[in-house]
Each structure stands twice: as structure tokens, then as C-alpha cells.
């Protein structure tokens, strides 16, 4: 079973010298954090805060090359937890057919953000 999640901010932590993207569910009763890097972290904190940066980042330029073929993100799932590393899944339709990608936690949530894409998570993860 999965539960859909909203990205509610990104968090830092000084003793892993991280920052935590995190994720509640609709009725606030479960929350995800996942530890990201600096670098993930910026691009999230980008999309959450509608900033264009003057050159497309890999996100906006993944985000531009399915829009020129007309492919959409349906989704994102966050699939799995395996010894303290989150799996992800970026769901896409193209034409008639739907595909499964592999992500990171980290670059499917980015994408999401920026294609207006639910987020769920299985319910063994939350």
C-alpha cells in the first residue's frame, strides 16, 4: 500500500553535516525524512521556491526533454529503505504506454516538484 506525501522542507543536520528533505503524509501522522547532499538539496529548494536558474539544471533540462515528447510525470514513488539507502521510482506516460524509471530519492522528488506530480511512499518506508 502507498500514502501520498507532500514535501514540507528541507531540514539540515550538523551532525552528518546533511541536509534532510522531508515528507508528511495528508493527515500529518507520518513523516520521511531522507538524508540528501548539498547539491540535491539546492536543486529541491530551487523548485519549492519557483527559482529559474539562468541555464537549466539537469532537473529542468529532464523536465524539457519530456515536455518536447509529450511524455508526463504521473509519479513518484518511494519504492524501498535497504540498509539506510531510500529507492525511488519516477513513473512516465508516453503516448499510450507507461514506464517505470529507477531514481534516487533526491532527483525523482526534484522532478516531481517541477512537473506538478504526486509523491507517494510504500507504507514499509514511512
Known sequence: MITQMHVKG??????????????????????LPIWIDKSQ????SMSLENVTPPRPMTHDFMKSLL???????????ITDLSEHTYFAKIHLMYEDSEYTVDARPSDA????IRSNAP????NSVI
Open 119 to 122: 509523491v507517494f511512499a510504500n
Open 109 to 112: 522528488i526534484a522532478l516531481a
Open 10 to 31: 528541507l531540514a539540515f543536520d550538523p551532525y552528518n553535516n546533511a541536509y534532510i528533505v522531508v515528507l508528511r503524509d495528508e493527515e500529518h501522522s507520518g513523516i
Open 67 to 77: 515536455d518536447a515528447y509529450n511524455a508526463k510525470v504521473i509519479s513518484v514513488v
Open 41 to 44: 538539496a539546492n536543486t529541491i
